[in-house]
């Protein structure tokens, strides 16, 4: 139990596109899922608070009009990188928070990551 | 002074060789102790959760938590190559509150 996707796990695309995100929990519902950036040998560093059926909730520094957080469901959640540039190039994982009992109230769950390039 | 403090490494070791990775905290409301385990360009794999003090076993790892002296560890036991991965530690104050990260140990662990 307990598996988070991401979809898609690789992607690569021109300065001033904007590309999605999907993170999906496939055997439990997540009310609350996080994104995450990572940059090489460092460790994770989150981005934002998604909350099934409001506004996510973002960490300081991180721009909401650029990085776009929809939660619609409760085992979805999607990113969209608005107009990337290349510092935007980076691992991006989300998790989804565990409900109470076998998977544990306060763990995360963490999906396989997706890697982004931006030329 | 960071919340969480972590020996990033690396950590080199024998296979079979018994391994302690190690974490401190200074917040004392964190409650909730995770171990994860992160291969290259992979997502972290959830190893160990523990609530509060004390230890708990899995297999070939435990987990150790110490309040008092805000420390946990995880030992690796009969430690193999595929062992060999960045290992974090997280916690948390509970009540959904966010997971506050170590830096995570890079683990080798060599035939």
């Known amino acids: 139990g307990a598996v988070v996707s991401q979809h898609p796990s690789w992607v690569i695309c021109k300065s001033g596109t904007s590309v999605k995100i999907e993170c999906r929990s496939l055997?439990?519902?997540?009310?609350?899922m996080f994104w995450y950036r990572q940059f090489p040998k460092q460790s994770l560093m989150l981005m934002a608070t998604?909350?099934?059926?409001?506004?996510?909730?973002?960490e300081q520094g991180v721009e909401k009009d650029k990085f776009l957080i929809n939660h619609a469901s409760l085992t979805l959640s999607t990113l969209t990188v608005t107009s990337a540039h290349p510092e935007d190039s980076s691992f991006y994982i989300c998790s989804a928070r565990g409900t109470s009992g076998r998977l544990g109230a306060d763990t995360q769950y963490f999906g396989p990551g997706t890697r982004l390039t931006v030329l | 002074q960071k919340e969480v403090e972590q020996d990033p490494g690396p950590l080199s070791v024998p296979e079979g060789a018994i391994v302690s990775l190690n974490c401190t905290y200074s917040?004392?409301?964190?409650?909730?102790f995770m171990w994860y385990r992160q291969y290259s360009r992979k997502g972290p794999e959830l190893l160990m959760y523990t609530y509060s003090s004390g230890n708990k076993e899995d297999g070939r790892f435990t987990a150790q938590v110490d309040k008092s002296s805000k420390y946990i560890s995880l030992f690796i036991r009969d430690s193999q190559p595929s062992d060999s991965a960045t290992y974090l530690c997280a916690m948390s104050a509970g009540g959904g509150n966010k997971l506050t990260f170590g830096t995570g140990t890079q683990l080798k662990v060599e035939l």
């Open positions: 917040n004392s409301a964190f409650q909730y």
């Open positions: 055997d439990f519902q997540a009310t609350t």
């Open positions: 998604s909350n099934e059926g409001s506004k996510a909730t973002y």
